[in-house]
């Protein structure tokens, strides 16, 4: 009987592992194309039948390539832009930190409002702005778009950033709103009795003991500015506010798709979330998984 079970034990471990196995491979197989494709050569890439699993002659050209004479390839011809991923590098970087700071300063101050304060109407706007949460994009980019030709912020990083942190912003203020009601009420009670007010609780015993709060918003709000596709291909149309996310399709043409160049593009687009991840994995995982036990 000890036998069975726990030969039944380790079937069911062995399925587990394997069933991981096929998952994990799944998921990374593309990954490792786009690194392999980026390291190889274009005679290699159409070769016929494809057959690499690693280039024959690894190369890191296109990487050096992108950055020096990179090239744009959607109007159908050969367009030499130097400063192609530089710009759309510059801009991926202002355009996510910077809405990543105004969400998390404006979600900070809504979410100790709503967590610890009172005032009239104080549900009714919050389950307002909850309601926002699953409203999605697409609902309201005609009158969106409208709005921002009248305002002149279309193809503008300034547009693009008030655009993301007004989507965000519902998102982050429940994080926050849940990491304030997380303190200890009696620490803010005991700090008001020696005189502290409002302001001075929120900056010398709020904002320490939400650090960990603070992060996942700024980290969740700037990899999701920085994976978006959908809103810089609508509201951006040049050079001067085009992110990663777009630039990428620039190397498929008419007649023409230069797979080493986008291959490098692609890999230096996934580095920063890769390693911001990486290395704030336990914050995205608070922040993500916030209210799941309550």
Known sequence: MNLSLRAQERLRLGFIYVL??????????????????SISTRRELY????????????????????FTQGAKFRDGTFSPTAHLMSAGLRNSLVISVASAAVVTLLAT?????????????????????MLMLPLPIWVSLIALFF???????????LGLVLIFVTLLLPLAVWMMTTFVRDIPAE???????????????????????????????????ML??????????????TDDSQPLTIVLTLFIGQYEVAWEDMSAAAVVTMLPPFL???????YLVRGLTMGAVK
């Open 187 to 221: 620490i803010q009670d005991a700090a008001r009795v020696d005189g502290a007010d409002r302001w001075r609780i929120l900056y010398s015993i709020v904002l320490p003991l939400a650090r960990p709060g603070l992060v996942a918003v700024f980290l969740v709000a």
């Open 147 to 157: 709005i921002m030709s009248r305002l002149e912020l279309v193809d503008s990083l």
């Open 276 to 282: 911001m991840a990486l290395f704030f994995q336990r």
């Open 109 to 129: 101050g809504a979410g100790y409002a709503f967590a610890r304060m009172e005032f009239r109407g104080k549900n009714a706007i919050f389950l307002l702005i």
């Open 224 to 237: 999701t500015t920085w994976n978006n596709f959908l809103i810089p291909l609508i509201f951006s149309r």
């Open 20 to 37: 991981c196995a096929i998952v994990m491979i799944w998921a990374l197989a593309p990954i490792y194309w786009v690194a392999v494709s």
């Open 47 to 66: 070769a016929q039948p494809y057959k690499i699993w690693f280039p024959s002659e690894p190369t890191f050209e296109s990487y050096h390539t992108i």
